[in-house]
């Protein structure tokens, strides 16, 4: 199984034309704001510390960059050819690794496994805008690249961010400007249930070990100046063990 054909080409149309300057992309919001509050979730639970880490849907890379400073290895991978280019221009300093991946493809997942040995998997904003057939592969992707040992941490837009950004698209002025390039080419944040994140990990051989809620902060800003950020969640899944899941080591 892989994605459409429609999909990976929205994806590949979006990022050919997106701007390359940091923050020109809607949720690319420097590290502070993003992976460097995520990490500070993902560090006390992480089973073992000395994986490399996979950042799976990097975009453009500039969280796996921040990733690279506290992991032995990062890898970034992206359904998008284009991104995963972008990525590798704009690491200079070689400090990560970049390749294009379906995550929906088991077999090209495996296949990193093999040659990366069991890692931890940062997921940002990945599942919420996937197409329905496609959710549960995804999570099983991160179920493989997991391994025995891994842990992940995801970060996915709440349901409420979907009126969040309907909002934002009905603006008197029309859509924020950054926001226009995601409508045009047909993505759609904001689409799983709130309710349907532990029953899709539990159907990937993975449990939901700590979760909570932490807002998406966004490179647009309202008309008054303020940073625009959407409701979110942070979740943090582990592998089921043979006697059950693994243990949270708090």
């Given at each position: 199984?892989?994605?459409?054909?429609?999909?990976?080409?929205?994806w590949?149309?979006?990022?050919?034309?997106?701007?390359?300057?940091?923050?020109?992309?809607?949720?690319?919001?420097?590290?502070?704001l993003?992976a460097?509050?995520?990490?500070a979730?993902?560090?006390?639970?992480l089973?073992?510390?000395?994986?490399?880490v996979?950042?799976?849907?990097?975009?453009?890379?500039?969280?796996?960059?921040?990733?690279?400073?506290?992991?032995?290895?990062?890898?970034?991978?992206?359904?998008?050819?284009?991104?995963?280019?972008?990525?590798r221009?704009?690491?200079?300093?070689?400090?990560?690794?970049f390749?294009?991946l379906?995550?929906?493809?088991?077999?090209a997942?495996?296949?990193?496994?093999?040659?990366?040995?069991?890692?931890n998997?940062?997921?940002?904003?990945v599942?919420?805008?996937?197409e329905?057939?496609?959710?549960?592969?995804?999570?099983?992707?991160?179920?493989?690249?997991?391994?025995?040992?891994?842990r992940?941490?995801?970060?996915?837009?709440?349901?409420s961010?979907?009126?969040?950004?309907?909002?934002?698209a009905?603006?008197?002025a029309?859509?924020?400007?950054?926001?226009?390039?995601?409508?045009?080419?047909?993505?759609?944040?904001?689409?799983v249930?709130?309710a349907?994140?532990?029953?899709?990990?539990?159907?990937a051989?993975?449990?939901?070990?700590?979760?909570?809620?932490?807002?998406?902060s966004?490179?647009?800003?309202?008309?008054?100046g303020?940073?625009?950020?959407?409701?979110?969640?942070?979740?943090?899944v582990?592998?089921?063990?043979?006697?059950?899941?693994?243990?949270?080591?708090r």
């Amino acid at each position: 199984m892989s994605v459409t054909n429609r999909y990976r080409d929205a994806w590949e149309g979006f990022w050919s034309e997106a701007p390359e300057e940091p923050g020109a992309v809607i949720w690319d919001a420097e590290p502070a704001l993003t992976a460097e509050r995520h990490l500070a979730l993902f560090r006390p639970h992480l089973h073992d510390p000395h994986l490399p880490v996979v950042d799976l849907g990097c975009g453009n890379g500039r969280q796996t960059r921040f990733l690279a400073e506290h992991f032995p290895r990062a890898v970034g991978v992206d359904l998008s050819g284009t991104a995963v280019e972008l990525a590798r221009r704009q690491d200079r300093a070689g400090r990560a690794e970049f390749a294009q991946l379906d995550a929906t493809d088991p077999a090209a997942v495996r296949a990193l496994h093999e040659r990366l040995g069991d890692a931890n998997v940062y997921v940002r904003g990945v599942i919420h805008q996937s197409e329905p057939a496609d959710r549960r592969p995804v999570a099983e992707a991160v179920a493989t690249l997991l391994g025995s040992r891994g842990r992940a941490f995801l970060v996915e837009l709440a349901e409420s961010a979907k009126e969040v950004l309907r909002g934002l698209a009905q603006s008197p002025a029309g859509p924020p400007a950054k926001l226009r390039p995601v409508l045009a080419h047909g993505l759609t944040p904001a689409e799983v249930a709130d309710a349907a994140f532990d029953g899709l990990f539990r159907s990937a051989g993975l449990t939901v070990l700590a979760s909570g809620e932490l807002p998406l902060s966004l490179t647009e800003f309202t008309p008054e100046g303020e940073r625009i950020e959407l409701p979110a969640w942070w979740l943090m899944v582990g592998p089921d063990g043979p006697d059950g899941p693994l243990p949270d080591p708090r």
